[in-house]
């Protein structure tokens, strides 16, 4: 009977140890930026959400980051910016899109620790917008690739 409850504690003892050094799961840092922040970090001003100007960006249906179209009434400037969900706090890759019509598609594209943003002129014009992130070693991406938001 001592050596079932001698070998018993042992158990019990070698779960906690490993519980214990092993700890519960991380939790994933939480994006510090806004999307309006993101903006206003970059190009100043005020910036507002414009309508049908977010997305969700899923990697096999993990979210790995968001892209929103954000407006200056002020400027006239609209502003592209994807936040990380994923690596957030460290160097990784992030893309911010837009096109304006009659344009081609420019990019701020890198290796940010949260968030890649472009601002381009739109006065009077339609835009599209996307936004990257590489999850791993691929890509994922969503976006608006039909023309919105134009005035």
């Given at each position: 009977?001592?050596?079932w409850?001698?070998?018993?504690?042992?158990?019990a003892?070698?779960?906690?140890?490993?519980?214990?050094a092993?700890?519960?799961?991380?939790?994933?840092?939480?994006?510090?930026?806004?999307?309006?922040?993101a903006c206003?970090?970059?190009?100043?001003?005020?910036w507002?959400?414009?309508s049908?100007?977010?997305r969700?960006?899923?990697a096999?249906?993990?979210?790995v980051?968001?892209?929103?179209?954000?407006?200056?009434?002020a400027?006239?400037?609209?502003c592209?910016v994807?936040l990380?969900?994923?690596?957030?706090?460290s160097?990784?890759?992030?893309?911010?899109?837009i096109?304006?019509e009659?344009?081609?598609?420019?990019?701020?594209?890198?290796?940010?620790?949260?968030?890649?943003?472009?601002?381009?002129?739109?006065?009077?014009?339609?835009?599209?917008?996307?936004?990257?992130?590489?999850?791993?070693?691929?890509?994922?991406e969503?976006?608006?690739?039909s023309w919105?938001?134009c005035?």
């Amino acid at each position: 009977m001592r050596v079932w409850a001698r070998r018993l504690a042992i158990s019990a003892l070698t779960v906690t140890m490993a519980v214990t050094a092993l700890g519960s799961p991380a939790q994933a840092a939480t994006n510090p930026y806004s999307a309006a922040g993101a903006c206003a970090t970059d190009f100043g001003g005020s910036w507002a959400y414009a309508s049908d100007g977010h997305r969700t960006i899923y990697a096999d249906g993990t979210k790995v980051g968001d892209v929103y179209l954000m407006y200056n009434g002020a400027t006239a400037y609209n502003c592209v910016v994807t936040l990380k969900a994923v690596a957030v706090g460290s160097y990784s890759g992030v893309a911010a899109w837009i096109r304006v019509e009659g344009g081609s598609w420019v990019a701020d594209s890198g290796n940010y620790k949260y968030y890649a943003a472009i601002q381009r002129s739109a006065r009077d014009k339609c835009v599209m917008y996307s936004g990257e992130v590489l999850n791993g070693t691929m890509w994922a991406e969503n976006g608006r690739s039909s023309w919105g938001n134009c005035g």
